[in-house]
């Protein structure tokens, strides 16, 4: 397994989110170009001079990944302009099924599809003409550890981040032949807004930098999956390879029922 060069220029999508934001800040440092999308204006200026402060030259894009042609056109112009060596696909939201299990309404299961999946794809097609000119870089995907058994109380959500494992997995071997590093990255509970606003219970809940550090590690070595923390990332891959109906019983006797 071959290790990536250690990146000097890095776009992050997402980054004004809990983990985006954490991940520009461990690669902040003297000499690296920082290039951060997000759509909170305030959030994005605030993380651009905290990371400047640490050396690190940083440049800012507001936009709402749904708009996806401009969002690939933005990537794709940018990588070629700073020949970026990573690109970590961080970008995402989270709906559930209600208190009530009501359930997920449409429109809001379309927008996630639009963020989670589509707007990563998007990314990605931004991103490959550049590096695969040069026969060189890197792509991160963040999924999730509901990708390996799907959640009653946030289904849709579930299945994207399924949709994000399957497509960095079938990336990386289509790519590593050409000298681009794919790495999926399914984390389980991060404390973020997102991670609060969502249902049920959440064990081994870690601090957003201690993903960040780990996420940046796991890199580094270029590990096709960095799933953490180990009791949770074990639990879950454990539901997938029980019999359903079994996997279902245990999530809600620790009150996973939607």
């Not at 709402?64 to 700073?82: C, F, G, P, T, Y």
Request: aromatic share 6%; glycine share 10%.
């Amino acid at each position: 397994m071959t290790r990536p060069a250690v990146p000097k220029t890095v776009l992050i999508t997402g980054a004004t989110g809990g983990i985006g934001g954490a991940l520009a800040e461990v690669y902040a440092e003297a000499g690296n170009t920082l290039i951060l999308q997000g759509r909170n204006v305030a959030r994005l200026a605030e993380l651009a001079a905290l990371c400047e402060a640490r050396g690190a030259r940083v440049l800012t894009r507001e936009l709402d990944v749904r708009n996806r042609d401009e969002l690939s056109a933005w990537v794709h112009e940018i990588s070629q302009q700073e020949q970026v060596d990573l690109v970590i696909v961080n970008a995402g939201v989270n709906i559930n099924i209600g208190p009530d299990g009501a359930g997920e309404r449409w429109e809001d299961v379309q927008a996630l599809i639009e963020v989670n999946v589509l707007a990563a794809m998007a990314t990605v097609n931004g991103a490959l003409p550049s590096m695969r000119a040069r026969g060189q870089g890197q792509i991160a995907l963040i999924s999730s550890l509901a990708a390996y058994f799907g959640l009653a109380a946030t289904p849709s959500y579930s299945a994207s981040k399924a949709a994000i494992k399957a497509y960095g997995e079938g990336l990386r071997g289509w790519l590593g032949p050409e000298g681009i590093h794919v790495n999926v990255i399914m984390p389980g509970y991060v404390d973020s807004q997102m991670c609060r606003d969502m249902p049920g219970p959440k064990p081994f809940l870690w601090p957003a930098d201690k993903a960040a550090r780990v996420i940046k590690s796991g890199l580094a070595r270029n590990q096709s999956r960095i799933s953490f923390p180990f009791p949770l990332n074990f639990g879950t891959w454990g539901l997938s390879v029980l019999r359903p109906a079994i996997s279902q019983r245990i999530l809600r006797l620790v009150g996973y029922h939607g």
